[in-house]
């Protein structure tokens, strides 16, 4: 009998959970397993050797210029990005949630970016930074958008955070507005009661109860931010001169055009260790000035 | 109260021109697909002279559009059914079955969300490629299930924690089978996160490029963002037809969009805050 129990338990096991751990084990598990093993080793597409070479290849990473300027880069865009688009959707969902008509229609036209794909996001901004600026800059005389941005070493910088942000603010101005929306109102009431004004009503306490909310949207910006790639890919193509790329098109250009497969990925785990620790520490610092209702 | 006023209007003007100079890069683009390129390049702002479709028959032709939208649409609607058929069924094993190698999978699962594509990249693409798995339809299917599994076991396992048990129990005392409660009495109750879910996973693998870059190497299998890549990278200047295309590969989640707008909306909310 309690055999039979024990084998109608593996049956449930194997019916429900099956499926899915095969497929997480087979595309997820084994090859993060395979990845962390390949970069100790000197593995080469040409000779499929796999001898093992402890830590060379994350000393070759640190040593290797272009990567470390491009990781710099990097930073600078994360940098800008993050405080652009959490910026942009803060205020955009401060003053949706204040009683605006047709709150519903905004929210919905405010996110539209997000339903497309880094590559045709970047193919949008593309024409809009070689074409049309460039067009109005000498027509109008604008000298900021005289020439393209695209093939300035500056402004192409400029181009990636602004294409960006312009994404990610909808996106995040859902999340602020659902934080919001849990700040009580009887709180807000006796602030304003008491003598409060906006400005102080706003930093003590609407900033002070949606640190959930923050935390979770400057999470999600970083790691998407620190991990753009389609973007980068059809925007400006790494250029000019090398100068845009982001570290994750350094990392598949290095895997897979020049076929250095271990330091593709010693960079990749380098780059997943650098997005851990800073997600985590600002959440752990934002959640530190978090109050309880 | 007519400062009181004033300022709901002043609001109210400032978020409707806010939204159009928001949206005025789709503006620009719309516009454009109907001008030839030459008009296009003379001035990228006019309204465009007359309303030709010919840029559209164009690009669509060209970038093989058809069969980039088939492709697309193969793999979203099979990669979205099986992330949600089952990770519905391995959240229902982890809340209803407190056994130790449960608790440890469902552990494992979670710590692989914090983990980048990017970190397993490099090592899919050589171990399927050793085992001459790439390019094909099936396998990139399998891949987006693999890698859509844990989120959706994590949102079902929330879900389902909060169902009474009460409701399977007296159908196990009619004699149903473990798995006929679930397919009859658990999965309709799932609805609300499953539409979740598939919101997420639809926009997710639907705009995905950098996989399917990787796995599908003939072009015969493209998906949507890989031929407007790969019909970008040959027609760098024939703008009329770029922008043609552009207009097309935004109007398919366009319209689903317009449909599902608030549950897109729900969706994004809840998959953020779980």
């Given at each position: 009998?309690?055999?039979?129990?024990?084998?109608?338990?593996?049956?449930?096991?194997?019916?429900?959970?099956?499926?899915?751990?095969?497929?997480?084990?087979?595309?997820?598990?084994?090859?993060?397993?395979?990845?962390?093993?390949?970069?100790?080793?000197?593995?080469?597409?040409?000779?499929?050797?796999?001898?093992?070479?402890?830590?060379?290849?994350?000393?070759?990473?640190?040593?290797?210029?272009?990567?470390?300027?491009?990781?710099?880069?990097?930073?600078?865009?994360?940098?800008?990005?993050?405080?652009?688009?959490?910026?942009?959707?803060?205020?955009?969902?401060?003053?949706?949630?204040?009683?605006?008509?047709?709150?519903?229609?905004?929210?919905?036209?405010?996110?539209?970016?997000?339903?497309?794909?880094?590559?045709?996001?970047?193919?949008?901004?593309?024409?809009?930074?070689?074409?049309?600026?460039?067009?109005?800059?000498?027509?109008?005389?604008?000298?900021?958008?005289?020439?393209?941005?695209?093939?300035?070493?500056?402004?192409?910088?400029?181009?990636?955070?602004?294409?960006?942000?312009?994404?990610?603010?909808?996106?995040?101005?859902?999340?602020?507005?659902?934080?919001?929306?849990?700040?009580?109102?009887?709180?807000?009431e006796a602030a304003s009661i008491d003598g409060a004004n906006k400005s102080t009503i706003l930093r003590k306490i609407i900033l002070r109860l949606s640190i959930p909310a923050i935390v979770v949207c400057i999470f999600l910006s970083l790691?998407?931010?620190?991990?753009?790639?389609?973007?980068?890919?059809?925007?400006?193509?790494?250029?000019?001169?090398?100068?845009?790329?982001?570290?994750?098109?350094?990392?598949?250009?290095?895997?897979?055009?020049?076929?250095?497969?271990?330091?593709?990925?010693?960079?990749?785990?380098?780059?997943?260790?650098?997005?851990?620790?800073?997600?985590?520490?600002?959440?752990?610092?934002?959640?530190?000035?978090?109050?309880?209702? | 109260?007519?400062a009181r006023r004033f300022s709901a209007i002043l609001k109210n003007t400032l978020m409707y021109v806010g939204l159009i100079i928001f949206l005025l890069p789709f503006l620009l683009v719309i516009l454009n697909s109907f001008k030839t390129?030459?008009?296009?390049?003379?001035?990228?702002?006019?309204?465009?002279?007359?309303?030709?479709?010919?840029?559209?028959?164009?690009?669509?032709?060209?970038?093989?559009?058809?069969?980039?939208?088939?492709?697309?649409?193969?793999?979203?609607?099979?990669?979205?059914?099986?992330?949600?058929?089952?990770?519905?069924?391995?959240?229902?094993?982890f809340v209803r079955f407190k056994w130790k190698v449960n608790k440890v999978l469902f552990f494992m699962m979670l710590a692989a969300m914090t983990v980048p594509f990017q970190v397993i990249m490099i090592p899919l693409v050589m171990l399927?490629?050793?085992?001459?798995?790439?390019?094909?339809?099936?396998?990139?299917?399998?891949?987006?299930?693999?890698?859509?599994?844990?989120?959706?076991?994590?949102?079902?396992?929330?879900?389902?924690?909060?169902?009474?048990?009460?409701?399977?129990?007296?159908?196990?005392?009619?004699?149903?089978?473990?798995?006929?409660?679930?397919?009859?009495?658990?999965?309709?109750?799932?609805?609300?996160?499953?539409?979740?879910?598939?919101?997420?996973?639809?926009?997710?693998?639907?705009?995905?490029?950098?996989?399917?870059?990787?796995?599908?190497?003939?072009?015969?299998?493209?998906?949507?963002?890989?031929?407007?890549?790969?019909?970008?990278?040959?027609?760098?200047?024939?703008?009329?037809?770029?922008?043609?295309?552009?207009?097309?590969?935004?109007?398919?989640?366009?319209?689903?969009?317009?449909?599902?707008?608030?549950?897109?909306?729900?969706?994004?909310?809840?998959?953020?805050?779980?």
């Amino acid at each position: 009998m309690k055999n039979n129990k024990k084998l109608n338990n593996v049956g449930i096991f194997l019916f429900f959970g099956g499926p899915s751990l095969f497929a997480f084990a087979v595309v997820f598990l084994i090859p993060f397993i395979v990845g962390l093993y390949l970069t100790f080793t000197n593995w080469h597409i040409i000779n499929n050797d796999w001898s093992f070479v402890g830590f060379s290849n994350y000393v070759d990473v640190f040593r290797d210029k272009t990567f470390l300027t491009q990781l710099e880069f990097t930073i600078w865009y994360v940098i800008f990005t993050v405080l652009i688009s959490n910026f942009l959707a803060f205020f955009i969902a401060l003053v949706l949630t204040s009683g605006v008509k047709g709150e519903r229609w905004l929210r919905a036209g405010y996110f539209t970016p997000n339903l497309i794909g880094g590559i045709v996001l970047g193919y949008l901004w593309q024409t809009l930074f070689s074409r049309v600026l460039p067009f109005l800059g000498q027509q109008y005389g604008w000298t900021l958008f005289e020439t393209s941005w695209l093939t300035s070493t500056d402004k192409a910088f400029w181009a990636l955070v602004i294409a960006t942000s312009w994404q990610l603010a909808g996106y995040l101005m859902i999340i602020y507005i659902a934080g919001f929306t849990g700040v009580p109102k009887d709180v807000l009431e006796a602030a304003s009661i008491d003598g409060a004004n906006k400005s102080t009503i706003l930093r003590k306490i609407i900033l002070r109860l949606s640190i959930p909310a923050i935390v979770v949207c400057i999470f999600l910006s970083l790691s998407r931010s620190f991990l753009t790639y389609d973007l980068n890919l059809s925007l400006t193509k790494g250029g000019p001169f090398g100068s845009t790329e982001l570290a994750t098109y350094h990392i598949v250009q290095k895997a897979f055009l020049s076929n250095q497969y271990a330091i593709g990925q010693a960079e990749a785990i380098i780059l997943f260790v650098i997005v851990a620790v800073v997600a985590l520490t600002q959440s752990y610092l934002l959640k530190k000035l978090e109050v309880e209702v | 109260m007519p400062a009181r006023r004033f300022s709901a209007i002043l609001k109210n003007t400032l978020m409707y021109v806010g939204l159009i100079i928001f949206l005025l890069p789709f503006l620009l683009v719309i516009l454009n697909s109907f001008k030839t390129t030459q008009h296009f390049i003379e001035n990228p702002i006019a309204w465009p002279k007359n309303f030709s479709f010919s840029n559209y028959i164009d690009a669509f032709q060209k970038m093989n559009f058809m069969q980039g939208f088939i492709n697309s649409l193969v793999i979203t609607v099979f990669g979205v059914l099986l992330i949600i058929l089952f990770s519905a069924m391995t959240g229902y094993l982890f809340v209803r079955f407190k056994w130790k190698v449960n608790k440890v999978l469902f552990f494992m699962m979670l710590a692989a969300m914090t983990v980048p594509f990017q970190v397993i990249m490099i090592p899919l693409v050589m171990l399927y490629g050793n085992l001459g798995l790439l390019d094909s339809k099936t396998v990139l299917i399998f891949m987006y299930m693999g890698f859509g599994i844990p989120l959706g076991v994590f949102m079902f396992h929330g879900f389902i924690k909060g169902i009474s048990y009460e409701l399977e129990e007296s159908s196990f005392i009619d004699g149903c089978t473990r798995p006929r409660t679930f397919f009859q009495i658990v999965l309709p109750l799932l609805k609300p996160i499953i539409v979740t879910l598939a919101v997420l996973d639809v926009l997710w693998i639907w705009n995905d490029y950098l996989l399917p870059s990787l796995v599908l190497l003939s072009p015969g299998n493209r998906t949507l963002p890989l031929s407007t890549y790969a019909f970008f990278s040959t027609y760098t200047v024939d703008y009329g037809p770029l922008m043609a295309a552009l207009v097309m590969t935004i109007i398919p989640v366009l319209i689903l969009y317009i449909i599902l707008q608030d549950h897109v909306i729900k969706g994004i909310t809840e998959g953020a805050i779980k």
